[in-house]
């Protein structure tokens, strides 16, 4: 029984997103053509007896268009922004049609109705002058709207003015192609179970995504969550002033672990046909802790890619900076208070400055430390790799303290010798062993490793990593809290009980308290978490639209439930939900520092308390860097 998250959530508008490599949208056009969603299906629907004789199924499942279509919000992301009902009653239609053909079963499919979120569209686009009432499928594509909200909600490009093959596919939003890369040249070499024994760079120019890859995996996400100005996927100022929601904190991981997954790890599979060197091609060691593997890798690309956003803003021509949305929106929008929490805190940079996003440095020195120890750098060594790190990162923060915001020039400009670039290039150096970058910095990644990051992330080695001065606000605790939750699940569900090496049932006691606190279940409609000291399931319920909510009891809709915990609710909680994500504000912050609620010191004192889980022999050997 999984005790830290056996989560299944239907997500929210804000989540939807579509997944390109960071890198990537000019080979793909080169490489091939959108064939449609509807081409994967044809496969990967249901397996046929055949396929499970032949053992097809040991490598694929092939019922991953069933899972996705019926249980992951991003097949209803274009659903949940259509600005225009008649519009929405066409496309769900054919939604509904062919959630049925997929064999999906009907107790997890969410009802589909124009909603709260299709409304917040509408008036968005009002604000940003799209006329919605006149869209139509036939006139979307080349839209202001399909421009600047489809290159995530679906899968549209805004230089070729193309979404798919058939305009029926995007009704179904973020499709296998936005993730698996345009499929015309490699569709069918695909079918062959040789494919599985080429390497990544020649599937790539084919156009496939090596989505094993974590790296390329977190920019896929990231290139939406935190945004990517060559793909023409960014939030903008003028869309958060018109009603888009805040883009939260992401850790990767914990959003995959909270998503119905329709893929498999691995160690996950049974033996299959060409493992050896399917293994080898690409780079998948025996015995990797695979997802804590990808939450290491995945703190350094969160920093890189939000970096890289405010480089690309800087140099985008058609963008007038400063872009306010690559900046911590609690830098302006906050009260003026004598005593308010930034002043305890400190600054990084000149007191008054805005200040870029907090949350994607807290766990760069997570993987620094790794990456330092994989290269098996001393002690001495270890500490001057991450100096030199922050030397880099420090000449940013200067270009930002020159004038506020930063002048375009100095942050990046066509030399690529800009502030900003040179983070960006220092951080692909540390990310990549190789300069194709095919290769991630981390090599085998197993059971002790796992251990030691989970200790260190509990406050364990503070000369590494210490959560007093990496934890600076509600986002970065969440950022932390996620890492831990990831590591911690993926040991006890690998490890036998008796070879643990800290105390699972209290550990999870204290992460269930955490998630309740910063709210770790993920915006969305309603969650269960299955824990082993509960008569039943008990139920988290975050940002939920009072009128649109649907409880899920084991896949089943239990409507009587809802209204039961609704009536629970206290009048403050119910304006916190109905208010949606947009409540993540500077009152959050006062609230995690030092105001009331849930406080700074109490998330501090969750830390050491999950450090106290660890058994004394296993605490003493973590992290125990060689001496030069």
Not at 342 to 364: A, F, I
Not at 371 to 383: P, V
Not at 431 to 460: H, R
Not at 598 to 609: G, H, N, P
Request: glycine share 6%; proline share 4%.
């Amino acid at each position: 029984m999984r005790v830290f998250a056996n989560m299944q959530i239907v997500w929210t508008f804000l989540l939807s997103a579509s997944f390109l490599a960071a890198d990537c949208l000019a080979q793909q056009d080169a490489a091939g053509k959108y064939k449609g969603t509807l081409e994967c299906s044809r496969c990967h629907a249901n397996p046929s007896p055949i396929d499970n004789l032949q053992k097809v199924t040991d490598f694929v499942a092939l019922d991953e268009f069933s899972r996705w279509i019926d249980t992951d919000i991003h097949a209803r992301s274009f659903l949940h922004v259509i600005p225009n009902e008649t519009l929405f009653d066409s496309f769900a239609e054919g939604f509904t049609k062919l959630q049925a053909a997929s064999g999906a079963d009907s107790t997890l499919r969410t009802m589909l109705a124009w909603s709260e979120s299709n409304r917040l569209s509408q008036d968005m686009c009002e604000k940003l002058k799209y006329d919605p009432a006149s869209l139509t499928p036939e006139n979307l594509a080349g839209s202001d709207f399909a421009r600047d909200c489809l290159t995530c909600h679906a899968s549209y490009h805004p230089e070729s003015k193309m979404l798919v093959a058939d305009v029926q596919d995007y009704g179904i939003g973020v499709g296998c192609e936005s993730c698996h890369g345009p499929s015309s040249k490699w569709i069918e070499p695909h079918y062959d179970s040789k494919w599985r024994e080429k390497n990544p760079l020649e599937k790539q120019e084919l156009g496939m995504l090596n989505v094993r890859d974590p790296v390329v995996r977190a920019q896929q996400c990231f290139s939406c969550h935190i945004g990517n100005e060559k793909e023409h996927k960014v939030v903008t100022h003028p869309m958060y002033a018109a009603g888009h929601p805040p883009l939260p904190s992401v850790e990767v991981e914990s959003f995959a672990q909270q998503t119905s997954r329709h893929w498999r790890h691995i160690e996950e599979k049974p033996d299959f046909k060409s493992r050896d060197e399917f293994a080898k091609q690409n780079h998948l060691t025996s015995g990797d802790f695979s997802e804590g593997k990808a939450v290491v890798l995945g703190g350094i690309v969160a920093l890189r890619d939000s970096i890289n956003l405010v480089a690309e803003s800087a140099l985008n021509e058609d963008r007038e900076w400063p872009e306010f949305a690559a900046f911590d929106c609690t830098a302006c929008h906050h009260d003026l208070r004598a005593d308010g929490w930034r002043q305890e805190r400190g600054y990084s940079g000149r007191p008054g400055r805005p200040t870029l996003q907090v949350w994607p440095n807290t766990l760069v020195r997570i993987g620094l430390v790794n990456i330092a120890r994989h290269r098996e750098m001393g002690e001495d060594e270890c500490q001057a790799f991450l100096k030199e790190f922050l030397e880099v990162k420090d000449g940013l923060q200067h270009a930002l303290n020159e004038q506020p915001f930063g002048a375009a020039g100095q942050l990046a400009n066509p030399e690529g010798t800009g502030a900003a670039q040179q983070l960006v290039a220092k951080l692909d150096r540390l990310i990549w062993e190789d300069e194709e970058k095919t290769m991630p910095a981390l090599g085998a990644f197993g059971q002790s490793d796992a251990v030691e990051n989970l200790y260190m992330l509990c406050g364990g080695k503070p000369e590494y990593f210490d959560p007093e001065t990496e934890v600076l606000d509600f986002n970065s605790a969440r950022q932390l809290a996620w890492a831990i939750n990831v590591l911690g699940d993926e040991l006890q569900r690998r490890v036998k009980p008796e070879e643990q090496e800290f105390d699972v049932e209290k550990f999870a006691g204290i992460m269930r308290k955490l998630s309740t606190n910063l709210r770790l279940l993920l915006p969305g409609q309603s969650i269960f978490v299955q824990s082993d000291d509960q008569q039943g399931k008990e139920l988290h319920w975050r940002f939920i639209k009072l009128d649109k909510a649907q409880a899920y009891f084991e896949n089943t809709a239990d409507r009587s439930q809802l209204a039961v915990k609704l009536a629970e609710l206290t009048g403050e909680q119910k304006a916190v939900i109905q208010g949606g994500y947009g409540a993540i504000t500077d009152r959050q912050n006062e609230m995690f520092q030092a105001t009331y609620g849930f406080q700074r010191r109490d998330f501090l004192e969750a830390l050491a308390q999950l450090k106290s889980c660890f058994r004394s022999t296993s605490a003493q050997s973590v992290l125990a860097v060689p001496d030069n």
